[in-house]
């Protein structure tokens, strides 16, 4: 069932501004809020006042450069405003993807329609045999985010909602993607979505490649191979030390989360190839 956002005429919407500054101006909290308007619910995220960030963002490009061995500034990595996420959201539903609809933004705030719930709340909740059919449902869509040529870059299933059997993304502050190659940038979202539900896989490998697959299946991009290939190329290492790296990290969940991902480029990636070539 389609989702029926609300429409709101230019004095509902200043109505709407007026309520939240009311309620939040002396304290904008940290987190995104939910306020009800008019007998519908809404979002509103406010521009956080982050600590000094520099080394982290040094870091990731860092990274970036010993994995793909390119160099991008420190300042690529840094965090949307809130403003130009709202802008970004708006661009996102303009191509056709699934998010709620932003109604006001300034460099403080936005506000966007409610979305439902996180998969990262929902998704315990659901029995076995359900939640491995919604958890097939977030692949798909990623894959079909892709197919449209887009990019999420927070792709973990905290920032994926559910409403009216319907999936929607919130959540998108990184801006690396208006930097790199689409298929790295998607190929990053690859990984943190194989990272965020790995947790609900019980280390079943086998169900970790259908999972690939199924993605596959429906957007069998073969420029996303060179970036897959060298990801495997720095997991591998991990891979075969990894029984000796499970014993003594075994509370390690990035060490376990890494390895896992590698098993299944290591296992898909021989077949991906040699189907493209």
Request: with cysteine; glycine share 4%; aromatic share 12%.
């Amino acid at each position: 069932m389609a989702v029926d956002f609300p429409s709101l005429t230019t004095e509902q919407i200043n109505a709407l501004r007026a309520q939240v500054e009311q309620q939040f101006a002396a304290n904008p909290p940290e987190r995104p809020q939910i306020i009800e308007f008019e007998q519908h619910r809404f979002v509103v995220k406010f521009q956080r006042q982050e600590k000094d960030r520099s080394r982290q963002e040094r870091l990731s490009a860092l990274g970036y450069l010993l994995v793909f061995r390119k160099w991008l500034p420190p300042a690529c990595f840094r965090s949307l405003s809130v403003q130009e996420e709202a802008q970004r959201i708006t661009l996102l539903q303009h191509a056709g993807i699934a998010v709620a609809p932003i109604y006001y933004h300034n460099k403080h705030y936005f506000i966007q329609a409610y979305s439902g719930v996180s998969l990262d709340t929902l998704l315990p909740r659901r029995t076995e045999p359900a939640r491995l059919a919604l958890i097939f449902d977030v692949v798909a869509n990623l894959a079909h985010l892709h197919v449209k040529k887009q990019w999420h870059g927070g792709p973990q299933i905290r920032n994926l909602t559910l409403l009216n059997k319907q999936l929607f993304r919130i959540d998108f502050e990184e801006r690396f993607g208006f930097y790199t190659p689409l298929a790295l940038s998607q190929c990053y979202d690859l990984v943190l979505t194989f990272n965020s539900i790995k947790k609900f896989l019980h280390d079943d490998l086998n169900l970790g490649e259908q999972l690939f697959w199924h993605y596959w299946h429906i957007n069998p991009n073969t420029e996303l191979i060179p970036y897959l290939q060298k990801l495997l190329r720095w997991l591998k290492p991990l891979i075969g030390f990894g029984h000796y790296l499970g014993r003594v990290n075994k509370h390690n969940n990035d060490i376990n989360t890494s390895i896992f991902f590698g098993q299944i480029l290591n296992s898909v990636l021989p077949t991906i190839k040699k189907a493209s070539a």
